[in-house]
């Protein structure tokens, strides 16, 4: 398509033409229909590229922001992952720390109960009783002499009322590391409250609760028999004292 005009309307278009010019311009406007159409064609031509100029920038804009949008979620990404691993690494640290104190503490709880638990003579205990021994309790006891302590739990077990038979069950139970079953055995002798055990089974239960870590007890009932008339009311005090530093 050629304009006859074009040179007359780019400079309207433009803003070049004179002012006296101008003025024929928009008079030959009302009166050329030629020049009129033309005009109208080229206005759309300058609008389609307007419309296409700013697609462009559009879809620069689009490619930036998309750009700018994967570089954000790449540092957003990068940026969690760094937070994740010193989240990882500091809980590793506080979970090594925990556990090397809880280490800590269970080997001095440990080193604590060995100087303080030694092996019963179980003599002094059965010519000072005043009952009739049952069969299995004897060869219960005589089994614990030896330290066959598998053995002497077997016969005790046969004289499930017997009250020496669950200390020295208890008794049993410690030198062979089982100090649930001991406590169990200790903690029936004592809530029996009548027999010639309890100062025994109270000193010994202290001394599995401080090997099982279950140091709130063991103080509580260290705290008690330090306070009793017991025959382990110093060595309860001693300890109490240890306990502390």
Same mark, same amino acid.
């Given at each position: 398509?050629?304009?006859?005009?074009?040179?007359?309307?780019?400079?309207?278009?433009?803003?070049?033409?004179?002012?006296?010019?101008?003025?024929?311009?928009?008079?030959?406007?009302?009166?050329?229909?030629?020049?009129?159409?033309?005009?109208?064609?080229?206005?759309?031509?300058?609008?389609?590229?307007?419309?296409?100029?700013?697609?462009?920038?559009?879809?620069?804009?689009?490619?930036?922001?998309?750009?700018?949008?994967?570089?954000?979620?790449?540092?957003?990404?990068?940026?969690?992952?760094?937070?994740?691993?010193?989240?990882?690494?500091?809980?590793?640290?506080?979970?090594?720390?925990?556990?090397?104190?809880?280490?800590?503490?269970?080997?001095?709880?440990?080193?604590?109960?060995?100087?303080?638990?030694?092996?019963?003579?179980?003599?002094?205990?059965?010519?000072?009783?005043?009952?009739?021994?049952?069969?299995?309790?004897?060869?219960?006891?005589?089994?614990?002499?030896?330290?066959?302590?598998?053995?002497?739990?077997?016969?005790?077990?046969?004289?499930?009322?017997?009250?020496?038979?669950?200390? +020295?069950? #208890? %008794?049993? !139970?410690?030198?062979?590391?089982?100090?649930?079953? /001991?406590?169990?055995? =200790?903690?029936? @002798?004592?809530?029996?409250?009548?027999?010639?055990?309890?100062?025994?089974?109270?000193? +010994?239960? #202290? %001394?599995? !609760?401080?090997?099982?870590?279950?140091?709130?007890? /063991?103080?509580?009932? =260290?705290?008690? @028999?330090?306070?009793?008339?017991?025959?382990?009311?110093?060595?309860?005090?001693?300890?109490?004292?240890?306990?502390?530093?």
């Amino acid at each position: 398509m050629i304009m006859k005009h074009f040179d007359l309307i780019y400079k309207f278009v433009h803003g070049e033409l004179e002012e006296s010019e101008l003025w024929e311009f928009r008079k030959r406007l009302s009166s050329d229909p030629i020049l009129a159409r033309e005009l109208k064609q080229f206005e759309q031509i300058i609008q389609t590229n307007k419309q296409v100029e700013k697609l462009d920038v559009l879809d620069s804009l689009n490619s930036i922001h998309q750009r700018n949008e994967q570089s954000v979620i790449k540092t957003l990404f990068i940026g969690y992952y760094k937070v994740a691993a010193a989240a990882a690494i500091l809980i590793l640290m506080t979970f090594a720390t925990f556990w090397f104190i809880q280490s800590k503490i269970h080997d001095a709880n440990s080193q604590l109960y060995a100087a303080y638990f030694s092996h019963e003579n179980s003599m002094f205990t059965v010519r000072s009783s005043t009952a009739n021994m049952e069969l299995p309790v004897i060869q219960g006891i005589q089994y614990y002499e030896l330290k066959d302590f598998s053995s002497a739990v077997e016969m005790f077990e046969k004289a499930p009322s017997n009250l020496l038979a669950k200390l +020295y069950g #208890g %008794l049993s !139970y410690m030198e062979l590391d089982e100090f649930d079953k /001991a406590i169990n055995q =200790f903690q029936q @002798i004592i809530h029996h409250n009548d027999n010639l055990f309890i100062d025994q089974s109270e000193w +010994y239960l #202290g %001394l599995c !609760y401080l090997k099982t870590n279950k140091l709130n007890e /063991a103080r509580l009932l =260290f705290e008690k @028999i330090s306070l009793d008339n017991s025959i382990y009311k110093t060595k309860a005090q001693k300890l109490l004292k240890e306990m502390k530093n």
